[in-house]
């Protein structure tokens, strides 16, 4: 272990600090301009006080992990969030040899995060100067993840060497931008484990090109957006949307919108949103109406709020899947949110309300026609009333987002997820039934 400790520490050298925490450090993303509520805490100083109370609470994970060991060879699912593991779920289930790691997992040889942040602790010094020599944007970011860029440095010490003691056949991994994602799999790479990235949702503008091994895909969306932000070696494979399998047989035949879904998230202004609901409710009275705020909103309280004032349930997202929520609607409304696919996907007819007034478009949900647009409560009521007697069919329309609409595969997207993800690790390539996708500036395949 000794060795591995050191070849490790003379790799910190060529960690890109900036390049790991792309998430919150690139200007081109801008998630820093998201409402000020929904951003981490700002301030160098508590960025520093959070660093050392991650670091107490991550002490009890060092005994109480009372789940099956992760074994020598097996196949690691990686996540650190509730988003993330519900997007590979399904596939761990149709995996054999198959564990979880990370968020939630209790496996005795889990990541050590305890040592990861008692690392990290000896680098003070250095991440501080890397923040007095900042400039701009960057500099920016310190006060919102200067515990990130702190930890990076025992995360990917300790990583090197978890890996290296279980020796897993593949690291699968759903996010592409977190500090956490990004991390282990630089870690993989030094130490040849195959990296493979499931997609946990749509693809915006700005993201840096693909660094894994394999990249499982939705759809065509998704794989010519990714063409387009540069060269990559990562082979890339349309399997479709795996955490919609289980509810094919659900998808929505009803012929009126009788029952509407509203979701926010933290880029929606709470005024403007209780605009909308005002204008709802003054046009349809008695129409039922399901709140359901992103369960990483932190105005959690003023949703409730809103909610009883205008006679609306309360979904919460913490606790209803995205799915379960959509099948106790006909149509949804909501700004920038994968939510708006998941609804076509179900037959849900999928409303894009401009709440900030900003044309985002960030999935190109409203220039691919996926969506009916809205950005004043009047012109939502329009389209609402125009669906109350003849409910739109939507589903064809999701095909460009998820490959496996309609084909023989629909609600199939875990089995070719898993199978592949054991082909390719297995190093057996033959890839029968597979054919490459031509004109493309990046290797990618589909179902032949």
């Known amino acids: 272990m000794f060795s591995k400790f050191y070849e490790a520490i003379k790799d910190l050298a060529t960690l890109d600090v900036f390049d790991l925490t792309f998430e919150f450090s690139d200007e081109t993303l801008n998630v820093l301009s998201l409402e000020p509520s929904n951003l981490p805490r ?8 959070l660093f050392f109370y991650h670091w107490l609470r991550s002490t009890p ?7 099956p060991r992760i ?5 690691v699912f ?5 988003n993330e593991k519900d997007s590979l779920t399904n596939v761990l289930a149709k995996s054999p040899n198959a564990y979880w790691a990370g968020y939630g997992s209790t496996a005795p040889n889990n990541l050590p995060f305890f040592f990861a942040y008692a690392f990290s602790s000896i680098f003070f010094p250095l991440v501080m100067a890397k923040f007095l020599n900042s400039r701009g944007y960057k500099r920016k970011s310190f006060s919102y993840i200067f515990d990130h860029y702190w930890l990076i440095y025992g995360l990917y010490v300790i990583s090197r060497i978890w890996l290296n003691r279980i020796e897993p056949k593949a690291l699968v991994l759903s996010n592409d931008i977190s500090i956490f994602s990004r991390v282990l799999q630089k870690a993989a790479r030094e130490e040849s484990v195959p990296t493979f990235y499931l997609q946990h949702a749509s693809v915006p503008e700005n993201l840096p090109p693909l660094a894994f091994d394999y990249a499982l895909l939705e759809g065509y969306d998704a794989l010519q957006t990714h063409a387009r932000f540069g060269q990559t070696q990562t082979k890339i494979f349309l399997v479709g949307m795996p955490k919609h399998d289980a509810h094919l047989d659900q998808i929505n035949g009803r012929a009126n919108v009788s029952r509407v879904g509203l979701c926010t998230n933290g880029f929606d ?3 403007r949103a209780e605009e909308l609901f005002r204008g709802i409710r003054q046009e349809f009275p008695a129409l039922p109406l399901i709140l359901r705020p992103h369960n990483a909103d932190l105005r959690i309280k003023a949703w409730k709020e809103l909610s009883e004032r205008y006679s609306m349930d309360f979904s919460d997202s913490s606790a209803e899947s995205s799915f379960d929520f959509l099948g106790r609607v006909d149509a949804i409304v909501a700004g920038e949110s994968n939510i708006l696919l998941e609804a076509a996907l179900m037959n849900v007819v999928p409303l894009y309300y401009d709440f900030g007034q900003a044309g985002l478009d960030w999935y190109r949900f409203r220039r691919n026609g996926l ?10 009521c329009r389209i609402l009333k125009d669906n109350s007697q003849n409910k739109s069919s939507v589903r064809m329309k999701a095909k460009q987002y998820c490959v496996t ?3 023989s595969y629909d609600g199939r997207a875990s089995e070719l997820a898993s199978a592949l993800i054991q082909e390719l690790a297995s190093n057996q390539t033959c890839l029968e039934g597979w054919k490459r996708i031509p004109n493309l500036s990046v290797e990618a395949y589909e179902r032949s």
Do not use: H
Request: hydrophobic residues 35%; charged residues 25%; glycine residues 12%.
């Open 371 to 380: 969506v009916d647009y809205a950005s004043q409560p009047a012109e939502l």
């Open 405 to 407: 609409v309609g084909t």
């Open 61 to 67: 994970g060092l005994w109480q992990r009372k789940g």
């Open 42 to 49: 700002k301030g160098v100083a508590k960025r520093i006080g």
């Open 78 to 82: 990686f996540v650190m969030s509730k």
């Open 71 to 75: 074994p020598s060879k097996s196949f």
């Open 269 to 271: 202004p709470i005024d």
